[in-house]
């Protein structure tokens, strides 16, 4: 049996969006900062504003983890966990399938897609990303 | 030397054996401890006024109270955030002494944390916890992140590929604490020194992380005893002064997974190194040794940098040739640490770093007038400063 995520009124647009095929992250809408994981507040501006984008669902290899013991609920073993800087530029934690535990790499190039577990859950999951996404999109000048 | 340091001491410690299965309840095991750590010092149940333990401990203060026959508290307080509390605790203790509020306050943490609740194991009620925290774990449980060596494997491969670490870096430590645990009788480990071929040749559990780089699980209890500088001169043992307690937490901090700041090491340590100086007007040049978390080989690196031994990336380098064990030029661990001795949530660490103070360990570094000591690495934390 898969782990049920806690779900409460600052998360329950992410999964909503799961259920549908979107990986939403959470904006400001007073100050458009970006943000994840969510919150009922922006940290940048202090606005009780909520909104959300949705990600294009491309990323980068940040860090990762192979998992090979214990054992995980609702998962055979062992499993690969990443760290993905999202191109929308908000990092989050995700498990990479189609992809040999060999072969990940930090820098590798990933692509969303939803696993639905059953009707309450639907989970974001990344594989490797097509050829076409394997160019990291500038980075913004900052001050 | 400004405001809590020098205000209070350690006076008494206290253990239960360490095993893998105790045999008794939590609750025993607890009262057990702070029984051995009153008689250590001269002091008895009536004397004590305070108790304070880990939000995690399952036995309360008022259930240790009333196994002691205390019959009032006047100060009780608990620490949130796992091993994150352990140094934590004796700061409270300091601090309320030092205000008044307390004369006689125990720390203690005690739990059969092999042979009932494995913290390795994956944690479906840390995912299902009805509180930020849970809320938090949202992020990571449900996609498969929710054992400690997998949270911390995370920031390792990061760490390695940051600053070319290697496996065998991280092993160095496993390789000195067990080097240390060999010659300690009330270690789980002792007369079992391993090599870093066996650390190499060990599974893997969260690659980049092998066996030998996770600590162990383990059942048992460790208690201490806090008084005012003042009445530790006249108690049994030698006093362990508080010279500095802090706590840290850092920015965008989550408990185990703050992995969306810039830097995912573990900067909530670096806040208590800054606070522990600034306290003692001591600087790491001064430490002749070092009791640092070890739950995992990797975070005892991260903390040689944050606390200021070494550069940023340096910790390589550091702890290679032998230079954490003991005649090395900053032996960390020298009860064997949770690799070695055993896990009982830093609290151990704690009673080494007294020992050394008192010149009882059995691996005594000459001249250990300050020990640092720190409590669980990556999350929000705490440390020590005990000097003679």
């Known amino acids: ?143 | 030397m400004t405001g809590l340091s020098g205000k209070a001491a350690i006076v008494g410690i206290g253990a239960t054996e360490f095993s893998k299965e105790s045999g008794r309840s939590e609750l025993q095991l607890s009262v057990e401890a702070v029984q051995h750590a009153l008689v250590d010092c001269g002091l008895t149940a009536a004397d004590v006024d305070g108790l304070t333990t880990f939000t995690m401990d399952t036995s309360s203060e008022i259930a240790v109270a009333r196994e002691l026959g205390i019959k009032e508290l006047r100060f009780f307080s608990r620490i949130n955030y796992g091993g994150g509390a352990a140094c934590a605790t004796v700061q409270q203790a300091a601090m309320a002494i030092a205000t008044g509020v307390a004369d006689v306050v125990v720390c203690y943490r005690g739990f059969n944390e092999r042979s009932e609740s494995r913290f390795g194991q994956f944690s479906l009620a840390a995912a299902t916890q009805v509180n930020t925290n849970g809320l938090d774990n949202a992020w990571t449980y449900p996609m498969g992140l929710g054992t400690p060596a997998a949270t911390v494997a995370m920031q390792a491969r990061r760490y390695m590929h940051e600053y070319g670490a290697t496996s065998a870096d991280f092993g160095a430590v496993a390789v000195a604490d067990r080097r240390h645990a060999a010659t300690n009788p009330e270690a789980f480990f002792y007369g079992k020194p391993i090599t870093i071929e066996d650390h190499q040749a060990s599974r893997m559990i969260a690659d980049p992380l092998h066996l030998l780089d996770c600590c162990q699980e383990s059942d048992g209890a460790v208690a201490l005893v806090v008084v005012s500088a003042e009445r530790a001169r006249d108690l049994a043992q030698a006093p362990a002064y508080v010279a500095a307690a802090a706590q840290g937490s850092g920015a965008d901090q989550f408990v185990m997974t703050s992995y969306y700041r810039d830097d995912i090491g573990i900067p909530e340590m670096g806040v208590v190194g800054r606070e522990l100086w600034r306290q003692s007007g001591l600087r790491p040049d001064d430490m002749p040794m070092a009791i640092l978390y070890d739950h995992f080989t990797p975070y005892v690196l991260m903390q040689l940098e944050e606390l200021g031994f070494c550069g940023r990336g340096e910790a390589p380098g550091f702890v290679a040739d032998g230079a954490i064990e003991i005649g090395g030029r900053l032996p960390l661990n020298t009860h064997g640490g949770q690799l070695g001795e055993a896990y009982i949530h830093g609290m151990n660490g704690i009673a080494e770093g007294v020992r050394q103070i008192r010149g009882t360990s059995v691996n005594p570094v000459p001249d250990a007038a300050h020990v640092l000591v720190t409590a669980g690495t990556g999350v929000p934390t705490s440390g020590l400063i005990l000097s003679a």
């Open chain 1, 1 to 143: 049996m898969s782990v049920r995520p806690m779900i409460g009124r600052d998360s329950r647009f992410f999964w909503d969006g799961t259920a549908v095929g979107e990986l939403r992250v959470q904006s400001c809408n007073a100050c458009g900062e970006l943000r994840f994981p969510p919150g009922p507040a922006c940290p940048d501006c202090g606005a009780l504003d909520r909104g959300h984008v949705v990600s294009a669902g491309v990323g980068t290899v940040f860090s990762y983890v192979i998992h090979r013991h214990p054992p995980v609920p609702g998962k055979v073993l062992p499993i690969v966990l990443a760290l993905i800087d999202l191109d929308e530029g908000v990092r989050m934690v995700g498990e990479v399938t189609d992809v040999h535990p060999d072969e990940i790499a930090i820098g590798q190039r990933l692509q969303v897609d939803f696993h639905r577990v059953d009707d309450d859950l639907t989970l974001p999951i990344w594989r490797p990303a097509p050829q076409e996404l394997a160019q990291e999109p500038a980075q913004e000048e900052t001050a």
